[in-house]
C-alpha cells in the first residue's frame, strides 16, 4: 500500500508516484492489475484526488500505468515501464553529461567513471 510521509520534502504526488512506480518494477504490482480509484486513494490517504490525479497521469505517460475510460488505471507491461523509466534515467543522464562537458570534464574522465574509477 502507497504512504504519505508529511516529512519528506518531496510533494505527496511524487511519493505516491514513486511508491507505485516501485511496486510495479518490483513486480508487486502485475500486468493488468488494477490501480485504486482516484478517489479512493485519496480518502485513504486523506488527501485532495487531484494530487492522486497529477500521480496517476504521471505513471500514465511514463508508461507504468494505461486509464480504461469508466473502469479505471491499470498496470501496464512491466517491460515497457522498465523500458520507460530507463528512457528517462538514459535522459537524465544525458543532461549530467553535458553539464559536466561545459564544466570542463572530459570524455575520459567520463569514461573512467563509467568503468569503476574515479576522476
Known amino acids: 500500500m502507497i504512504q504519505v510521509n508529511y516529512q519528506d520534502s518531496r510533494p505527496i504526488y ?3 508516484h514513486d511508491g507505485f512506480r516501485r511496486q510495479i ?26 494530487t492522486v490525479q ?21 498496470v501496464a507491461d512491466a517491460s515497457d515501464a522498465a523500458r520507460a523509466h ?12 553535458q553539464e559536466l562537458q561545459a564544466l570542463g570534464v572530459t570524455p575520459e574522465q567520463l569514461r573512467q567513471r563509467l568503468e569503476g574509477g574515479t576522476t
Not at 497529477?54 to 491499470?74: N, T
Not at 530507463?86 to 549530467?96: I, N
Request: charged share 25%; hydrophobic share 35%; with cysteine.
Open 25 to 50: 518494477l518490483a513486480g508487486v504490482l502485475r500486468p493488468g492489475d488494477q490501480l485504486p480509484s482516484v478517489r479512493e486513494l485519496s480518502t485513504r490517504l486523506a488527501v485532495n484526488p487531484n
Open 14 to 16: 511524487q511519493q505516491v
Open 86 to 97: 530507463q528512457a528517462e534515467l538514459l535522459g537524465r543522464f544525458d543532461s549530467l553529461v
Open 54 to 74: 497529477r500521480a496517476y497521469r504521471e505513471l500514465e505517460q511514463e508508461g507504468c500505468v494505461y486509464s480504461v475510460r469508466g473502469k479505471g488505471s491499470f
